[in-house]
């Protein structure tokens, strides 16, 4: 997360899961396992900054190992190697 962002109010779920919200600062890190055959969602606030994707779709990843988000001042980053990113939603504004 950019120095640039203040700290952000993290939840991300599925229908059958709730994993609650969780408070990320500069530079942290927040894991969480899926149900393979499950939509993942997670939402984001950060200030008056708001937003909502979705984390894990079983189309798009079963075959990747791993799934890797980036958030920026710009963004949220989707990667399956933890080099190469694509930008997938953005920011919005209450």
């Known amino acids: 997360m950019p120095r640039e962002l203040q700290s952000i109010q993290l939840g991300c779920n599925s229908r ?4 609650g ?3 990320l600062h500069v530079g942290e890190d927040y ?3 899926v ?3 499950a939509l993942h969602f997670c ?3 950060s200030g008056r900054q708001i937003a909502s994707w979705h984390a894990y779709q079983p189309r798009r990843d079963w075959n990747h190992k791993a799934v890797f988000w980036q958030v920026k001042e ?3 980053f989707l990667s399956w190697d933890n080099s190469s990113w694509v930008r997938k939603s953005i920011w919005q504004t209450e």
């Open 74 to 76: 710009n963004g949220f």
């Open 21 to 23: 919200m969780h408070q």
């Open 35 to 37: 149900e393979e055959k």
């Open 16 to 19: 059958y899961k709730d994993n």
């Open 43 to 45: 939402e984001a606030i």
């Open 31 to 33: 894991q969480f396992g």
